[in-house]
Protein backbone atom coordinates (compact mmCIF):
# COMPACT_ATOMS: atom_id res chain seq x y z
CA UNK A 1 0.00 0.00 0.00
CA UNK A 2 2.66 2.51 0.83
CA UNK A 3 4.43 1.81 -2.64
CA UNK A 4 1.39 2.46 -4.40
CA UNK A 5 0.63 5.50 -2.66
CA UNK A 6 4.56 6.31 -3.61
CA UNK A 7 3.96 5.40 -7.24
CA UNK A 8 0.34 7.92 -7.18
CA UNK A 9 2.95 10.95 -5.36
CA UNK A 10 5.48 10.49 -8.21
CA UNK A 11 2.71 10.41 -11.29
CA UNK A 12 0.82 13.71 -9.82
CA UNK A 13 4.29 15.51 -9.60
CA UNK A 14 4.99 14.70 -13.19
CA UNK A 15 1.18 15.26 -14.02
CA UNK A 16 0.38 18.50 -12.30
CA UNK A 17 3.17 20.44 -14.28
CA UNK A 18 1.23 19.11 -17.88
CA UNK A 19 -2.20 20.30 -16.70
CA UNK A 20 -0.87 23.38 -14.91
CA UNK A 21 0.23 24.24 -18.40
CA UNK A 22 -3.25 23.07 -20.02
CA UNK A 23 -4.82 25.63 -18.34
CA UNK A 24 -5.19 29.36 -19.21
CA UNK A 25 -3.85 32.19 -17.04
CA UNK A 26 -5.22 35.28 -16.28
CA UNK A 27 -5.76 35.77 -20.34
CA UNK A 28 -2.15 35.96 -21.06
CA UNK A 29 -0.32 32.99 -23.29
CA UNK A 30 0.39 29.41 -21.96
CA UNK A 31 3.51 28.33 -23.29
CA UNK A 32 6.50 29.84 -23.58
CA UNK A 33 6.54 31.41 -27.19
CA UNK A 34 9.44 32.34 -29.70
CA UNK A 35 8.89 35.35 -32.14
CA UNK A 36 9.81 39.08 -32.75
CA UNK A 37 9.69 41.54 -30.12
CA UNK A 38 10.17 44.58 -29.62
CA UNK A 39 10.75 45.91 -25.87
CA UNK A 40 10.61 49.53 -25.86
CA UNK A 41 10.85 52.59 -23.80
CA UNK A 42 12.67 51.67 -20.65
CA UNK A 43 15.71 51.58 -18.74
CA UNK A 44 18.00 48.84 -20.18
CA UNK A 45 20.57 47.99 -17.90
CA UNK A 46 23.20 46.35 -20.39
CA UNK A 47 25.77 45.68 -17.25
CA UNK A 48 29.08 46.33 -19.13
CA UNK A 49 27.81 49.26 -21.39
CA UNK A 50 26.03 51.61 -18.82
CA UNK A 51 22.28 52.14 -18.73
CA UNK A 52 20.58 53.63 -22.06
CA UNK A 53 17.55 55.39 -20.88
CA UNK A 54 14.07 55.45 -22.60
CA UNK A 55 15.86 52.49 -24.65
CA UNK A 56 14.47 49.57 -26.51
CA UNK A 57 15.68 46.02 -27.57
CA UNK A 58 14.79 43.91 -30.39
CA UNK A 59 14.63 40.55 -30.03
CA UNK A 60 14.42 38.60 -33.26
CA UNK A 61 14.75 34.37 -33.52
CA UNK A 62 16.31 33.84 -30.19
CA UNK A 63 18.63 36.40 -30.45
CA UNK A 64 19.00 40.30 -29.40
CA UNK A 65 19.27 42.42 -32.44
CA UNK A 66 19.82 45.61 -31.36
CA UNK A 67 19.87 47.73 -28.37
CA UNK A 68 19.36 51.58 -27.99
CA UNK A 69 17.04 54.13 -29.20
CA UNK A 70 14.52 55.01 -31.73
CA UNK A 71 14.68 51.14 -33.13
CA UNK A 72 11.84 50.88 -35.96
CA UNK A 73 9.32 48.12 -34.53
CA UNK A 74 9.18 46.66 -38.33
CA UNK A 75 6.38 43.46 -37.75
CA UNK A 76 8.03 43.11 -34.19
CA UNK A 77 5.08 42.63 -31.48
CA UNK A 78 5.64 45.69 -29.13
CA UNK A 79 5.52 45.46 -25.79
CA UNK A 80 5.73 49.26 -23.79
CA UNK A 81 7.87 48.92 -20.63
CA UNK A 82 7.48 52.71 -19.85
CA UNK A 83 8.86 52.94 -16.36
CA UNK A 84 10.40 49.66 -16.29
CA UNK A 85 14.01 47.94 -16.26
CA UNK A 86 15.51 45.84 -19.03
CA UNK A 87 18.02 43.82 -17.20
CA UNK A 88 19.94 40.32 -18.12
CA UNK A 89 19.05 37.02 -17.12
CA UNK A 90 20.60 36.42 -13.33
CA UNK A 91 22.91 33.21 -12.65
CA UNK A 92 22.25 30.78 -9.63
CA UNK A 93 26.31 30.04 -9.58
CA UNK A 94 24.94 26.49 -7.57
CA UNK A 95 22.04 24.68 -6.38
CA UNK A 96 19.88 21.51 -6.88
CA UNK A 97 16.99 23.08 -8.83
CA UNK A 98 15.77 20.11 -11.22
CA UNK A 99 17.74 17.42 -9.25
CA UNK A 100 14.88 17.67 -6.31
CA UNK A 101 11.35 18.48 -6.37
CA UNK A 102 10.31 17.83 -2.37
CA UNK A 103 13.47 18.27 -0.45
CA UNK A 104 11.77 16.57 2.54
CA UNK A 105 10.57 13.09 0.08
CA UNK A 106 13.61 10.78 -1.00
CA UNK A 107 11.77 9.62 -3.49
CA UNK A 108 12.06 13.29 -5.23
CA UNK A 109 15.58 13.60 -4.48
CA UNK A 110 18.30 12.82 -7.60
CA UNK A 111 21.62 14.41 -6.57
CA UNK A 112 23.31 12.24 -4.87
CA UNK A 113 24.98 8.75 -6.29
CA UNK A 114 26.20 5.67 -3.70
CA UNK A 115 29.85 5.64 -4.31
CA UNK A 116 32.94 8.27 -2.90
CA UNK A 117 34.01 8.62 -6.21
CA UNK A 118 31.48 8.98 -9.01
CA UNK A 119 32.81 12.04 -11.63
CA UNK A 120 30.89 10.05 -14.08
CA UNK A 121 27.60 10.80 -12.91
CA UNK A 122 25.90 13.70 -14.95
CA UNK A 123 23.56 15.93 -13.04
CA UNK A 124 22.51 17.12 -17.02
CA UNK A 125 20.61 13.75 -17.20
CA UNK A 126 18.56 13.67 -13.20
CA UNK A 127 17.28 17.16 -14.35
CA UNK A 128 13.25 17.03 -14.40
CA UNK A 129 12.52 19.91 -16.71
CA UNK A 130 8.68 19.96 -15.66
CA UNK A 131 9.68 20.43 -11.72
CA UNK A 132 6.95 22.72 -10.21
CA UNK A 133 10.51 24.83 -8.54
CA UNK A 134 11.26 25.78 -12.53
CA UNK A 135 8.48 28.11 -12.46
CA UNK A 136 8.66 29.16 -9.36
CA UNK A 137 11.97 30.18 -9.74
CA UNK A 138 12.25 32.15 -13.47
CA UNK A 139 9.61 34.19 -12.63
CA UNK A 140 12.19 35.96 -10.45
CA UNK A 141 14.03 37.07 -13.02
CA UNK A 142 16.44 33.79 -12.34
CA UNK A 143 16.95 32.65 -15.95
CA UNK A 144 20.41 30.19 -15.51
CA UNK A 145 21.12 28.09 -12.64
CA UNK A 146 24.01 25.35 -11.87
CA UNK A 147 22.41 22.02 -11.07
CA UNK A 148 25.08 20.34 -8.63
CA UNK A 149 25.06 16.94 -7.44
CA UNK A 150 26.32 16.48 -3.92
CA UNK A 151 28.19 13.43 -1.39
CA UNK A 152 31.44 11.70 -1.57
CA UNK A 153 34.76 13.45 -2.58
CA UNK A 154 33.89 13.70 -6.34
CA UNK A 155 30.42 13.39 -6.40
CA UNK A 156 29.94 13.90 -10.09
CA UNK A 157 29.60 16.21 -12.80
CA UNK A 158 27.39 19.92 -12.44
CA UNK A 159 25.67 21.41 -15.53
CA UNK A 160 24.70 24.49 -16.86
CA UNK A 161 20.88 24.69 -17.54
CA UNK A 162 18.19 27.38 -19.04
CA UNK A 163 14.99 27.54 -17.22
CA UNK A 164 12.78 26.32 -20.33
CA UNK A 165 12.55 23.59 -22.23
CA UNK A 166 10.73 19.98 -22.48
CA UNK A 167 14.11 18.33 -22.36
CA UNK A 168 17.29 18.17 -20.00
CA UNK A 169 19.35 18.61 -23.50
CA UNK A 170 17.31 21.23 -24.27
CA UNK A 171 17.90 23.26 -21.09
CA UNK A 172 21.65 22.45 -21.38
CA UNK A 173 23.54 25.77 -21.37
CA UNK A 174 26.77 25.23 -21.90
CA UNK A 175 29.20 24.69 -19.46
CA UNK A 176 30.14 21.36 -17.25
CA UNK A 177 32.63 20.88 -14.04
CA UNK A 178 33.25 17.99 -12.18
CA UNK A 179 32.84 18.73 -8.37
CA UNK A 180 35.52 18.36 -5.72
CA UNK A 181 34.54 18.25 -2.27
CA UNK A 182 37.73 19.07 -1.07
CA UNK A 183 39.33 17.66 2.41
CA UNK A 184 38.39 20.03 5.39
CA UNK A 185 41.21 19.99 8.33
CA UNK A 186 38.19 22.01 10.16
CA UNK A 187 35.92 20.46 13.29
CA UNK A 188 32.95 19.06 11.51
CA UNK A 189 30.66 21.38 13.93
CA UNK A 190 31.01 22.46 17.49
CA UNK A 191 29.65 19.03 18.91
CA UNK A 192 32.86 17.03 17.00
CA UNK A 193 34.58 15.49 19.95
CA UNK A 194 37.79 14.52 18.31
CA UNK A 195 41.15 15.89 19.75
CA UNK A 196 43.41 17.83 17.90
CA UNK A 197 45.43 14.63 17.14
CA UNK A 198 42.76 12.83 16.03
CA UNK A 199 42.08 15.80 13.52
CA UNK A 200 44.93 16.07 11.79
CA UNK A 201 45.35 12.45 11.37
CA UNK A 202 41.64 12.37 9.63
CA UNK A 203 42.85 15.07 7.68
CA UNK A 204 45.92 13.57 6.52
CA UNK A 205 44.17 10.51 5.22
CA UNK A 206 41.72 12.21 3.82
CA UNK A 207 44.31 14.37 1.38
CA UNK A 208 46.46 11.07 0.85
CA UNK A 209 42.91 10.00 -0.46
CA UNK A 210 42.34 12.36 -2.95
CA UNK A 211 45.88 12.48 -4.22
CA UNK A 212 46.03 8.78 -4.99
CA UNK A 213 42.44 9.04 -6.58
CA UNK A 214 44.74 11.68 -9.00
CA UNK A 215 47.38 10.11 -9.76
CA UNK A 216 45.32 7.13 -10.88
CA UNK A 217 43.50 9.67 -13.20
CA UNK A 218 47.06 11.27 -14.50
CA UNK A 219 47.94 7.58 -14.93
CA UNK A 220 44.75 6.33 -16.54
CA UNK A 221 45.31 9.59 -19.28
CA UNK A 222 48.77 8.58 -19.79
CA UNK A 223 47.56 5.30 -20.82
CA UNK A 224 44.79 6.41 -22.97
CA UNK A 225 47.19 9.24 -24.48
CA UNK A 226 49.95 6.15 -25.58
CA UNK A 227 46.50 4.52 -26.66
CA UNK A 228 46.96 1.67 -24.58
CA UNK A 229 44.34 -1.44 -24.53
CA UNK A 230 41.90 0.11 -20.95
CA UNK A 231 39.68 -1.64 -19.36
CA UNK A 232 36.11 -0.05 -18.85
CA UNK A 233 36.70 2.58 -16.17
CA UNK A 234 33.87 5.04 -16.06
CA UNK A 235 35.25 7.33 -13.18
CA UNK A 236 38.32 7.84 -14.07
CA UNK A 237 37.70 8.30 -17.74
CA UNK A 238 35.60 10.91 -16.93
CA UNK A 239 37.99 12.62 -13.98
CA UNK A 240 40.78 12.50 -16.85
CA UNK A 241 38.89 15.48 -18.38
CA UNK A 242 39.94 17.17 -15.70
CA UNK A 243 43.44 16.19 -15.94
CA UNK A 244 43.41 17.48 -19.65
CA UNK A 245 41.63 20.51 -18.88
CA UNK A 246 39.05 19.62 -21.20
CA UNK A 247 36.57 20.27 -17.86
CA UNK A 248 37.24 22.47 -14.92
CA UNK A 249 37.35 21.40 -10.93
CA UNK A 250 34.64 22.84 -9.01
CA UNK A 251 36.26 23.16 -5.51
CA UNK A 252 34.03 23.27 -2.84
CA UNK A 253 36.02 24.25 0.06
CA UNK A 254 34.89 26.97 3.01
CA UNK A 255 37.16 26.75 5.84
CA UNK A 256 40.71 29.97 5.77
CA UNK A 257 42.98 27.13 6.31
CA UNK A 258 41.21 24.48 3.78
CA UNK A 259 41.51 27.47 0.77
CA UNK A 260 45.32 27.71 0.86
CA UNK A 261 45.66 24.12 1.18
CA UNK A 262 42.85 23.84 -1.61
CA UNK A 263 44.89 26.68 -3.90
CA UNK A 264 48.34 24.93 -3.44
CA UNK A 265 47.26 22.05 -4.09
CA UNK A 266 45.41 22.97 -7.50
CA UNK A 267 48.78 25.14 -8.53
CA UNK A 268 50.57 22.25 -7.66
CA UNK A 269 48.35 19.14 -10.46
CA UNK A 270 48.10 22.49 -12.96
CA UNK A 271 44.32 22.00 -13.19
CA UNK A 272 41.80 24.21 -14.71
CA UNK A 273 39.75 24.91 -10.96
CA UNK A 274 37.08 27.21 -9.64
CA UNK A 275 36.59 27.50 -6.10
CA UNK A 276 33.07 26.88 -4.70
CA UNK A 277 31.56 27.70 -1.45
CA UNK A 278 34.67 29.98 0.17
CA UNK A 279 32.15 30.81 3.33
CA UNK A 280 35.51 32.35 5.04
CA UNK A 281 37.00 33.71 1.85
CA UNK A 282 37.63 36.91 3.26
CA UNK A 283 40.15 35.72 5.70
CA UNK A 284 42.45 34.91 2.97
CA UNK A 285 41.05 37.42 0.52
CA UNK A 286 44.47 38.34 -0.89
CA UNK A 287 45.51 35.07 -1.29
CA UNK A 288 42.38 34.14 -3.48
CA UNK A 289 43.34 37.43 -5.87
CA UNK A 290 46.82 36.14 -5.50
CA UNK A 291 46.19 32.62 -7.03
CA UNK A 292 43.95 34.44 -9.91
CA UNK A 293 41.38 31.59 -9.38
CA UNK A 294 37.37 32.61 -9.59
CA UNK A 295 34.95 32.11 -6.32
CA UNK A 296 31.15 30.70 -6.13
CA UNK A 297 30.32 31.73 -3.59
CA UNK A 298 27.13 31.60 -0.93
CA UNK A 299 24.45 31.59 0.05
CA UNK A 300 24.52 35.51 1.92
CA UNK A 301 21.71 34.60 3.86
CA UNK A 302 22.94 32.20 6.63
CA UNK A 303 24.85 32.38 9.75
CA UNK A 304 28.63 32.91 10.21
CA UNK A 305 30.59 29.94 9.90
CA UNK A 306 32.64 30.66 13.56
CA UNK A 307 30.57 31.50 17.14
CA UNK A 308 33.16 34.42 17.53
CA UNK A 309 32.19 36.29 14.03
CA UNK A 310 30.57 38.87 13.15
CA UNK A 311 26.78 38.35 12.64
CA UNK A 312 27.49 39.94 8.62
CA UNK A 313 30.41 37.62 8.04
CA UNK A 314 28.09 35.93 5.48
CA UNK A 315 26.67 38.82 4.11
CA UNK A 316 30.29 41.08 3.69
CA UNK A 317 32.75 37.76 2.31
CA UNK A 318 31.83 38.27 -1.41
CA UNK A 319 32.20 42.32 -0.96
CA UNK A 320 35.69 41.91 0.51
CA UNK A 321 36.86 39.28 -1.91
CA UNK A 322 35.75 41.07 -4.91
CA UNK A 323 37.80 44.47 -3.13
CA UNK A 324 40.42 42.07 -2.76
CA UNK A 325 40.56 41.83 -6.54
CA UNK A 326 38.74 38.13 -6.91
CA UNK A 327 36.30 37.19 -9.87
CA UNK A 328 33.54 36.67 -7.45
CA UNK A 329 29.69 34.64 -8.83
CA UNK A 330 26.70 34.43 -6.50
CA UNK A 331 25.43 31.27 -5.27
CA UNK A 332 21.51 30.23 -3.30
CA UNK A 333 23.07 26.57 -3.35
CA UNK A 334 19.67 25.62 -3.04
CA UNK A 335 16.86 23.67 -4.50
CA UNK A 336 13.47 24.79 -3.27
CA UNK A 337 14.01 28.22 -3.03
CA UNK A 338 16.76 29.34 -6.03
CA UNK A 339 14.14 32.26 -6.04
CA UNK A 340 15.76 33.99 -3.46
CA UNK A 341 19.21 34.01 -5.52
CA UNK A 342 18.36 37.77 -6.20
CA UNK A 343 18.30 38.96 -2.26
CA UNK A 344 21.75 36.39 -1.75
CA UNK A 345 23.07 39.33 -4.20
CA UNK A 346 21.23 41.98 -2.13
CA UNK A 347 22.54 41.56 0.94
CA UNK A 348 26.06 41.04 -0.55
CA UNK A 349 25.62 44.44 -1.84
CA UNK A 350 23.92 45.69 0.84
CA UNK A 351 27.08 44.83 2.94
CA UNK A 352 29.96 46.19 0.99
CA UNK A 353 29.94 44.62 -2.39
CA UNK A 354 27.82 47.60 -3.95
CA UNK A 355 24.87 47.21 -6.08
CA UNK A 356 27.09 47.49 -9.60
CA UNK A 357 29.38 44.56 -8.73
CA UNK A 358 26.59 42.45 -6.89
CA UNK A 359 24.41 42.79 -10.22
CA UNK A 360 28.13 41.68 -12.35
CA UNK A 361 27.73 38.56 -9.83
CA UNK A 362 25.02 37.26 -10.84
CA UNK A 363 25.23 38.49 -14.52
CA UNK A 364 28.38 38.75 -16.50
CA UNK A 365 30.98 37.36 -13.79
CA UNK A 366 28.88 34.20 -14.11
CA UNK A 367 29.00 34.38 -17.30
CA UNK A 368 32.60 34.71 -18.22
CA UNK A 369 33.34 32.29 -15.22
CA UNK A 370 31.42 29.41 -17.48
CA UNK A 371 32.70 30.60 -20.48
CA UNK A 372 29.56 31.60 -21.93
CA UNK A 373 30.25 35.68 -22.06
CA UNK A 374 29.74 35.84 -25.92
CA UNK A 375 26.30 34.73 -25.39
CA UNK A 376 25.42 35.75 -21.87
CA UNK A 377 25.61 38.33 -18.97
CA UNK A 378 24.69 41.38 -20.20
CA UNK A 379 22.34 42.75 -22.91
CA UNK A 380 24.33 43.50 -25.99
CA UNK A 381 23.19 42.82 -29.70
CA UNK A 382 24.33 39.68 -31.05
CA UNK A 383 24.09 37.92 -27.88
CA UNK A 384 21.36 35.14 -26.52
CA UNK A 385 17.72 36.76 -25.54
CA UNK A 386 17.49 35.74 -22.36
CA UNK A 387 16.80 38.86 -20.24
CA UNK A 388 13.39 40.42 -17.83
CA UNK A 389 11.93 43.50 -17.56
CA UNK A 390 11.26 44.89 -13.57
CA UNK A 391 9.73 47.24 -12.02
CA UNK A 392 12.62 48.12 -10.69
CA UNK A 393 15.70 47.14 -8.78
CA UNK A 394 15.60 43.37 -9.12
CA UNK A 395 17.42 42.91 -5.29
CA UNK A 396 14.58 44.90 -4.14
CA UNK A 397 11.79 42.27 -2.51
CA UNK A 398 8.89 45.27 -3.88
CA UNK A 399 10.01 45.41 -7.19
CA UNK A 400 7.76 42.90 -9.58
CA UNK A 401 9.29 40.62 -12.24
CA UNK A 402 7.12 41.46 -15.55
CA UNK A 403 7.89 39.78 -18.71
CA UNK A 404 11.36 37.16 -18.59
CA UNK A 405 12.55 35.56 -21.98
CA UNK A 406 14.91 32.83 -22.24
CA UNK A 407 16.78 32.16 -25.50
CA UNK A 408 14.22 34.43 -27.26
CA UNK A 409 11.29 32.41 -25.59
CA UNK A 410 8.61 34.97 -23.72
CA UNK A 411 8.19 32.58 -20.48
CA UNK A 412 4.50 32.93 -19.37
CA UNK A 413 4.36 34.25 -16.20
CA UNK A 414 2.97 31.80 -14.11
CA UNK A 415 3.20 29.05 -11.46
CA UNK A 416 1.85 27.14 -8.66
CA UNK A 417 2.23 29.75 -5.94
CA UNK A 418 0.62 32.54 -8.24
CA UNK A 419 -2.67 30.05 -9.48
CA UNK A 420 -3.00 29.63 -5.86
CA UNK A 421 -3.02 33.00 -4.91
CA UNK A 422 -5.49 33.92 -7.61
CA UNK A 423 -7.62 31.53 -6.76
CA UNK A 424 -8.37 32.40 -2.68
CA UNK A 425 -7.87 36.16 -3.84
CA UNK A 426 -11.35 36.37 -4.94
CA UNK A 427 -12.87 32.99 -3.46
CA UNK A 428 -16.32 31.29 -5.49
CA UNK A 429 -17.83 30.40 -3.58
CA UNK A 430 -17.08 33.04 -0.43
CA UNK A 431 -16.63 32.54 2.49
CA UNK A 432 -20.24 33.24 3.91
CA UNK A 433 -21.71 30.04 2.47
Known amino acids: MKKFKSIIYLMALVLLPMIAQAQQFDGEF ?47 EV ?120 VKKDAERAQKNLNDIWERAVKYQSMKAAKAELDYYPEMEQLAKAVTGELPLLVEVNAASDIEVAIKWIQDKGVKAILTGVAEGWRVADKIAASG ?35 VVIRSN ?43 GSI ?7 LFVSSGDPFETRTQIIHVFIDGYRVPMSNRHIKLYQEFLERSPGLEK
Request: charged residues 20%; aromatic residues 6%.
Open 30 to 76: IKPRNGKFLLQNATVVTVTKGNIQNGSVLIVNGKIEAVGTNIPAGDA
Open 79 to 198: IDCTGQFIYPGLFDGGGRLGLVEVNSVPETQDFSEIGNVTPNMQALVAVNPNSEAIPVTRVSGVTTTLANPSGGIFPGTAALINLNGYTPDQMYAGFKGIILNFPTSARRSTWDRRSEEE
Open 334 to 376: DAENTRNLPFNAGFAAAYGMGKEEALKAVTINAAEVFGIADRR
Open 293 to 327: LPVITGPMLSIPTRQSDRYDAAYTNPGKMAKAGVK
Open 380 to 386: EAGKDAT
